[in-house]
């Protein structure tokens, strides 16, 4: 079978490979679509705590082509793959957080991922994907089940009002996640491009951050919906430190921030920041096995699903999307590879 491995930065090298056999409680399953994160763009830049060589891909979608009967899974079937590889036995999976396993991997990430024509991988990691949500969409299920994550860390209730920063894909799905959930959102991003999709998301207000966030019209309008409180939820989808400060300084008292942006640097925070509104600040990674409510939420949204996917690409020319992921001079939402097996489906 064919894969691509990145080998060094930004080169790729396309390789023959002999296909995995099938092993107890694993099925193969032919990759049909693998979408694009900045996580696959880091990676192919070598600049990701990971080793190189590596094959990536970790967003992924495919058919399963044999199965381990036990799993309860048949040839045939359109799954979505789960890349989160934990231990099973640390405190955190003992409890249920095996998104935050001690000894964490991630497929395409850490190891080999989806960028292969077959990938083994353990049954309990494989979701159905609906009849009605086309295959290559169904990629995009584990983005999607990392911003429901963050909704859920949020805690949100009907009739709340919530901030999103951010409105790259995991920002707007927070926020059709929440417009679901009954939560007046208003999503808030300094490109003019992502800020003009968020209502298609379920955005009530669309903000464009300026110099100065919010601006007097801005804050008129959250004044508005927040009796001059604050929203009572801000997710950041970002990772930039401002936006945090941002965040700390107009949630509501009593509030929840919810970080799902990721980012190593630091921020300016006092102690009191946090003590005087009683501000719960929460931190999300990854999902707690939410790809299956993912893949449902793309499947009530088609339309979203559709503004979210803005470029395809065959496999051979993986290079060229990253490359254009990289160039900040052209608005990309999702960038989906399709395999050659969904390109042989398609011919």
């Known amino acids: 079978m064919l894969t691509a ?89 003992r409890i249920g957080r095996d998104n935050v396993c001690q000894n964490l991997s991630v497929l395409g990430c850490y190891e080999d991922g989806g960028f292969v024509e077959v990938l083994s991988v353990p049954v309990d990691r494989l979701c159905p994907v609906p009849d009605d949500l086309p295959l290559e969409v169904a990629a995009v299920g584990e983005p999607a089940s990392i911003s429901l994550q963050a909704v859920s860390r949020a805690e949100p209730a009907s009739g709340e009002t919530a901030l999103v ?23 808030a991003d300094t490109d003019p491009d992502r800020v003009a999709l968020a209502r298609t998301f379920g955005a009530a207000h669309a903000f464009e951050v300026g110099r100065e966030f919010p601006d007097a019209g801005q804050r008129a309008i959250l004044d ?25 300084r107009l949630i509501a008292p009593a509030g929840r921030i919810v970080q799902v942006g990721i980012s190593s640097r630091s921020i300016g925070l006092k102690i009191k920041d946090l003590t005087d509104k009683e501000i719960d600040l929460r931190g999300s990674r990854n999902s707690r096995r939410l790809i299956p409510e993912g893949l449902a939420m793309l499947a009530r949204h088609p339309e979203a699903a559709d503004a979210l996917l803005t470029h395809r690409f065959p496999f051979s020319r993986l290079a060229e999307a990253f490359h254009t992921m990289s160039d900040r001079t052209i608005p990309t939402g999702k960038i989906l590879i399709l395999m050659p097996a969904a390109q042989a489906v398609a011919s």
């Open 224 to 248: 508005a919906l927040t009796e001059g409180a604050g929203p009572e939820i801000v997710i950041e989808a970002t990772g930039v430190p401002a936006s945090l400060e941002n965040a700390i």
């Open 5 to 93: 491995r990145t080998v060094a930065r930004e080169t790729l090298s396309f390789d023959e490979t002999p296909l995995p056999a099938l092993t107890p409680g694993h099925a193969l399953v032919e990759i049909h679509a693998v979408s694009l994160c900045g996580t696959d763009l880091h990676i192919f830049e070598d600049d990701f705590p990971t080793d190189l060589p590596l094959v990536q891909g970790h967003e992924m979608a495919g058919i399963i082509r044999d199965a381990d009967t036990a799993g309860g899974l048949q040839v045939g079937d359109r799954v979505a793959i789960d890349p989160v590889v934990a231990c099973g036995t640390c405190r955190a999976c």
């Open 165 to 187: 920063l951010g409105c790259g894909p995991i920002g707007l799905l927070a926020a059709l996640g929440l417009s679901e959930r009954g939560v007046t959102v208003g999503a």
